[in-house]
């Protein structure tokens, strides 16, 4: 069974060596961000598919016999990867069968748009996430991030979305991982894809969504969500949050990452981080 792992490579360099050995992982960027190029569209489901499109390609180039048809694949992902494991385990892609998809530190997309107009939630809580609106306006936005500072506004991101425990943080930084993500991040291509992205998931990926729920397409494998207790699990209640999104009898299984692990939970703690999912790896094999 393929392990299919949606991010980039550096932000799993502790993870991944943690995983279980005995399943092939494929870990790429999503296009425009990192090393890679940017591809036309940004929407979810065009993204799923041309990292699927690659993965094919390469079990083809690597194996000596035929791929079996379809394709059983797990997807794993964080944050904007999550999204696009998300989208692609309701559109069901073609060639593919998706086993369980594990979703880190993220809750639905048009769920977290409501959010910016629902009177029960705080300001505070809304203005943590000033960066949706901001971004999606990407000409404005790569303008303004370029006079700021694109390391600079990284920086301040990164600052506010990780954690507070002192091994997190370490962990978070070692191997010159922000220095390596600046880098990305001063590329003209990198700045406006992640632009582009959040474009996306404030018009194409959300009423996708919408149209998803009024129709009744929900996930229908197995479901496991980690995520930092003290920032997101603070905000809703896991995994209630995502319990109208899985079609009934759909397993959901959760695990809250606490003591100050923030928003990079596969980063800050990895150790914890690979053994629960791991766990739940090996459960879905069998």
């Not at 083809?60 to 494991?85: C, E, M, N, Q």
């Not at 220095?179 to 018009?203: M, N, P």
């Amino acid at each position: 069974m393929q392990l299919y792992t949606v991010t980039d490579t550096t932000r799993w360099r502790h993870f991944i060596p943690l995983l279980p050995k005995d399943a092939p992982i494929f870990a790429p960027d999503l296009p425009g961000y990192g090393a890679s190029a940017a591809i036309e569209k940004h929407d979810k489901l065009t993204v799923g598919t041309a990292i699927l499109s690659a993965l094919l390609t390469e079990i083809k180039r690597t194996s000596s016999s035929p791929p079996p048809s379809p394709i059983p694949i797990i997807l794993i992902g964080h944050d904007r990867g999550a999204r696009v494991s998300h989208r692609l385990s309701v559109s069901g892609p073609p060639g593919f069968t998706i086993r369980g998809v594990c979703l880190i530190d993220i809750v639905p997309t048009s769920t977290q748009w409501q959010n910016h107009s629902s009177p029960a939630k705080s300001a505070q809580d809304i203005s943590g996430y000033f960066h949706w609106p901001f971004l999606a306006n990407v000409s404005l936005a790569t303008r303004m991030i370029t006079a700021f500072g694109r390391g600079a506004f990284l920086a301040e991101m990164l600052d506010a979305w990780s954690g507070t425990s002192p091994k997190g943080q370490q962990a978070f930084r070692s191997d010159g991982a922000e220095d390596l993500y600046k880098q990305f991040f001063a590329q003209d291509h990198v700045l406006k894809a992640s632009c582009e992205d959040y474009q996306h998931g404030a018009t194409t990926d959300v009423v996708a969504q919408e149209e998803d729920q009024r129709e009744g397409k929900k996930i229908k494998v197995p479901l496991f969500l980690l995520y930092s207790e003290g920032m997101i699990g603070k905000r809703y209640s896991f995994p209630d949050v995502w319990r109208e999104w899985v079609d009934e009898g759909v397993e959901i299984g959760h695990h809250a990452l606490g003591e100050g692990i923030g928003h990079f939970g596969a980063e800050e703690a990895p150790e914890e981080s690979a053994r629960v999912v791991g766990e739940w790896l090996k459960a879905l094999r069998g």
